[in-house]
């Protein structure tokens, strides 16, 4: 019998490329699950007879444990991640069915982490952050950290705009609150967060076209703090930009005021982005880059990896797709993961590389063949 694969969100920017991506490259079923079917009537027609829609909505109880009964993973692409929480990965774990979010941050983890052991007990695979940022974010320092004998530094940043659906905008709001624990710039040292003064909280990075010179921000990740950890890597530096004029504006005016603080200021602050990020899209394609530096332990070796995607939704729906065939295929220990813990990371940037998205990988000179890494 063929896996069934339930996707809440089926009809959101994420969840629509999602079942493309599974109904042309797997032979699971698909449920296609939304507040509105007829969002996505069309989707589940193009699916073919492998996929059908059935109407669930997250903030009803009992039509969410209907639509995840039965179903062999269920994918939340519902949005806002940050309020829909772990409600859904809790109707999984009752139902014991596999659980993947492209979203989720560092609430679905904590969240995770109290359920570790049932969640292993059961055998199931939980893994959250499955998209770029984070989730790619994670997956690509740590492959060029491990091309190092030893890596005692990463410095991270991540910059990228797009038009921003609500949901997203949303989470992107309050992630610049670090969902609920406001902390100041910082870097990662021996596994702590130490706080950074301002003069020392941006750097200028020049990356190749279409987005060239940028001024990226100090951030905490915790998809790092777990990385540098499990790698025991001393220190980490991460920065991140928007570099969408119009968008980084209003993310910086949303920081400063603290307007991720209450749910009528998140609301604002997202609308505002929303049509912020519309205004960007005219001057400026959408895009998303990652680079790494990773230093050894002598300050001579230094390595650098760019990841330049030049569309950010169909990328995260790649992420997700890779992500939810490996769990098809058992490719994954039962546990309950952050994207980068979950799969080889070198594997997981050559399938993303090898998937057709539009996508250019710059990776140090001896390195230069990712796939003898990943093999
Ligand atoms: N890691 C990454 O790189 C990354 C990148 C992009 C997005 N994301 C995350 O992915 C999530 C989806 O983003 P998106 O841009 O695809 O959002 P979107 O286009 O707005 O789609 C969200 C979907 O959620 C559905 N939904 C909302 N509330 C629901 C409920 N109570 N019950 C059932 N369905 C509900 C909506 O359908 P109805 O209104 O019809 O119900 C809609 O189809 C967001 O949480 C975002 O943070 C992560």
Known sequence: MSALVGIIGAGG???????????????????????RPDAYADLAAACGERATSHAVDIDDAASLAAFVRGCTLVVNAAGPSTRIGARVAEAALHARVDYLDPGGYDPLLDAFER???????????????????????????????????????????????????????????????????????????????????????????????????????????????????????????????????????????????????????RERAAHALVAASERDARTHPACFAIVVDAYGEDAATHRQATLVIDDTYAGTAEVVAIAAQAML??????????????????????????SGVRARLDWPPTQNRLREIAA
């Open 329 to 354: 295929e058992r490719r994954i220990a039962p546990g309950a993961y952050s994207l980068h813990e979950a799969l080889a990371p070198e594997w997981l940037v050559d399938r993303f590389l090898a």
């Open 13 to 35: 920017l994420v969840g629509r490329r999602l079942a493309q991506a599974l109904a042309a490259r797997t032979d699971a079923s698909l449920r296609l699950g939304g507040r």
């Open 115 to 265: 359920d570790a052991s049932r969640i292993r007990e059961h055998g199931l695979r939980f893994v959250a952050n499955a998209g770029l940022l984070p989730g790619l974010s994670g997956a690509l320092p740590a492959a060029l950290a491990r091309t190092l004998p030893r890596c005692e530094r990463l410095d991270v940043a991540y910059v990228g705009t797009d038009r921003w659906s609500w949901a997203s905008a949303y989470d992107i709001v309050v992630s610049l609150g670090d969902f609920g624990l406001e902390r100041p710039f910082c870097a990662i040292r021996n596994g702590s967060a130490e706080r950074r003064p301002w003069w020392r909280a941006s750097r200028a990075y020049t990356l190749p076209a279409p987005i060239g010179k940028v001024r990226a921000w100090r951030l905490y990740t915790e998809e790092l703090a777990r990385l540098a950890r499990d790698e025991r890597i001393a220190q980490v530096n991460v920065y991140g930009v928007n570099h969408g004029p119009a968008s980084a504006r209003v993310l910086a005016a949303t920081k400063l005021l603290r307007r991720y603080r209450t749910e009528a200021g």
